[in-house]
């Protein structure tokens, strides 16, 4: 989604990022390796061996500039909500990750909100693709409403705990 933004290198910093983040909870999920697969694909870079340095550390001055930082922040949070759920330890690495950068608070915040925002958009689109249409199933006024939902206790229980 954002790495148009990012030249090569910094992709592949983004890619050994992603492998952590999908590893972060524990449980890796269809949906986290989909996308990663999505980006690897997108990137130009399928046929070389992209996560071949995902266990190695990262050099983060490579993310030299606030658009890489930012292209960064968003595809690892896009990312770990894919599966349209936070784990702790997903959101541990993420802070971990940002505290590299000079974000302020409140515009991690915001990065927060986006990127759940596209994940639920990116999860959407799939699943039209992927679903028949099923007449007996929920209207996509209750699947929005219901994403709305799911989108507003996250918000809520983020503001509880923050």
Do not use: C
Request: hydrophobic letters at 45%.
């Amino acid at each position: 989604m954002f790495l148009h933004h990012l030249d090569e290198t910094q992709k592949r910093g983004l890619f050994a990022l992603a492998a952590r983040m999908i590893a972060a909870d524990k449980v890796i999920s269809e949906s986290e390796v989909d996308y990663l697969n999505a980006l690897i694909g997108e990137s130009g870079l399928a046929g070389d061996n992209p996560l071949r340095g995902k266990g190695k550390p990262v050099d983060f001055s490579i993310f030299d500039s606030r658009k890489a930082q930012l292209a960064v922040a968003m595809e690892l949070l896009i990312l770990a909500n894919t599966d349209r759920h936070y784990d702790v330890n997903e959101l541990i690495l993420w802070d971990d990750i940002l505290a590299k950068f000079d974000f302020t608070r409140v515009e991690q915040e915001h990065l927060r909100a986006n990127a759940e925002i596209a994940a639920l958009l990116i999860k959407n689109v799939d699943d039209l693709i992927a679903s028949e249409a099923d007449a007996d199933g929920p209207s996509d006024e209750d699947r929005r409403a219901a994403d709305r939902r799911r989108l507003d206790r996250r918000r809520m229980s983020r503001r509880d705990t923050g």
